[in-house]
T-cell receptor
Framework: AQKVTQAQTEISVVEKEDVTLDCVYE???????LFWYKQPPSGELVFLIR??????QNEISGRYSWNFQKSTSSFNFTITASQVVDSAVYFC????????????FGTGTRLLVSP | KAGVTQTPRYLIKTRGQQVTLSCSPI?????VSWYQQTPGQGLQFLFE???????NKGNFPGRFSGRQFSNSRSEMNVSTLELGDSALYLC??????????????FGPGTRLTVT
C-alpha cells in the first residue's frame, strides 16, 4: 500500500529563514509520481510541483526547491528566505502510474512564518 | 481560465438527511476527483470520474456516491448523513492526454457540517 509520512506537524520560523519540509513515502510501484501542495488559510489546495519517479533531478523554482532521493524514498521541500505569505499547511502526495487522480496525501506540515 | 468552482461553499445538514455537492472543473478538464478532508483523517480520496465513468474509488461506504455529466461537471451525494461526515469536501480537476492524467487543480471546497 502507498503511504506518505510528513513527520513534522508544525514548524515555526522567522521571516528570511530557510526551512525544509520533509516527506518520506512508501510504495511498491517502480513508477510513481510525487506532488507538493500548499493549503493557505483560505482552504484551497494549490499545486506546487509534480515529480516523476524516473526523474531524480532536483528542481528550483524561485525561492522553492525540491530534493528527490529515491534511495531514501524522500521528496523534501525547501523554502529559501521564507516570507509571511508562505504560512500555510504543506502536503506531500503520491500517486501511481495509472493516473494522478488518486492521490495519497501525507498529514501535512503547518508552516508559521512570523515577521 | 476560470478555476475549479464548487457549490455551495458552506452547508449545514441534520443527521439522516442527504446532501448533494456540485463541482465545475476547469474548462477542458475531463477528469474530476473528490476528496474529504477532516482533522482526524486528513485528506482522503473519495472517487474520480473521467468521461462520465467512475475510474477510481476510495474506501468510503456506499452512502457516498457521485456522477459526472457530459460537460464534465460532477456531483457527489452523501445519503443518511452522520456526524462524522462533517468535513471539507474538495473537488479537483485534471487535464488529460488520452487515458493519462496530470496534476490536479483543486476548488475552494464545500464545508459540510452535520448536526
Amino acid at each position: 500500500a502507498q503511504k506518505v509520512t510528513q513527520a513534522q506537524t508544525e514548524i515555526s520560523v522567522v521571516e528570511k529563514e530557510d526551512v525544509t519540509l520533509d516527506c518520506v513515502y512508501e510504495t511498491r510501484d517502480t513508477t510513481y509520481y510525487l506532488f507538493w501542495y500548499k493549503q493557505p488559510p483560505s482552504g484551497e489546495l494549490v499545486f506546487l510541483i509534480r515529480r516523476n519517479s524516473f526523474d531524480e533531478q532536483n528542481e528550483i523554482s524561485g525561492r522553492y526547491s525540491w530534493n528527490f532521493q529515491k534511495s531514501t524514498s524522500s521528496f523534501n521541500f525547501t523554502i529559501t528566505a521564507s516570507q509571511v505569505v508562505d504560512s500555510a499547511v504543506y502536503f506531500c502526495a503520491l500517486s501511481d502510474i495509472t493516473g494522478f487522480q488518486k492521490l495519497v496525501f501525507g498529514t501535512g506540515t503547518r508552516l508559521l512564518v512570523s515577521p | 481560465k476560470a478555476g475549479v468552482t464548487q457549490t455551495p461553499r458552506y452547508l449545514i445538514k441534520t443527521r439522516g438527511q442527504q446532501v448533494t455537492l456540485s463541482c465545475s472543473p476547469i474548462s477542458g478538464h475531463r477528469s474530476v476527483s473528490w476528496y474529504q478532508q477532516t482533522p482526524g483523517q486528513g485528506l482522503q480520496f473519495l472517487f474520480e470520474y473521467f468521461s462520465e465513468t467512475q475510474r477510481n474509488k476510495g474506501n468510503f461506504p456506499g452512502r457516498f456516491s457521485g456522477r459526472q455529466f457530459s460537460n464534465s461537471r460532477s456531483e457527489m451525494n452523501v445519503s443518511t448523513l452522520e456526524l462524522g461526515d462533517s468535513a471539507l469536501y474538495l473537488c479537483a480537476s485534471s487535464p488529460t492526454e488520452g487515458q493519462v492524467t496530470y496534476e490536479q487543480y483543486f476548488g475552494p471546497g464545500t464545508r459540510l457540517t452535520v448536526t
